[in-house]
């Protein structure tokens, strides 16, 4: 079992950032390749961002590629998802996911570990 908190979240005008963090609880937290999903309101969750368990594989979302970059501490059991250049469009909780899987996924129901979420709302 993996324990997920995020934190990071808040308000922030458009155009600024944030960076938004998850801990992890084991460990063997570096065997993990992990996500970022949000959910807005009214909207089904959608992904955002993954990396590898080693760091080196990265995808993003269409929606955020070029103003999120996602990045993991293994010493540190944590990853980041540094967000620049936010939009209210990217107002949302924000949710970060392990998953067993080598290879690194998109898709939620692959993801076997979940946190509480964080809120990042930005205002126009």
């Known amino acids: 079992q993996v324990q997920l908190v995020e934190s990071g979240g808040g308000l922030v005008q458009a155009g600024g950032s944030l960076r938004l963090s998850c801990a992890a609880s084991r460990r063997t937290f570096s065997r993990y390749a992990m996500g970022w999903f949000r959910q807005a309101p009214g909207k089904e969750r959608e992904f955002v961002a993954a990396?590898?368990?080693?760091?080196?594989?990265?995808y993003y979302a269409d929606s955020v590629k070029g103003r999120f970059t996602i990045s993991r501490d293994n010493a540190k059991n944590t990853v980041y998802l540094q967000m620049n250049s936010l939009k209210p469009e990217d107002t949302a909780v924000y949710y970060c996911a392990a998953t067993h899987r080598v290879i690194v996924t998109t898709r939620e129901y692959e993801y076997d570990y979940w946190g509480q979420g964080t809120q990042v709302t930005v205002s126009s």
């Open positions: 990396i590898s368990w080693s760091g080196g594989t990265t």
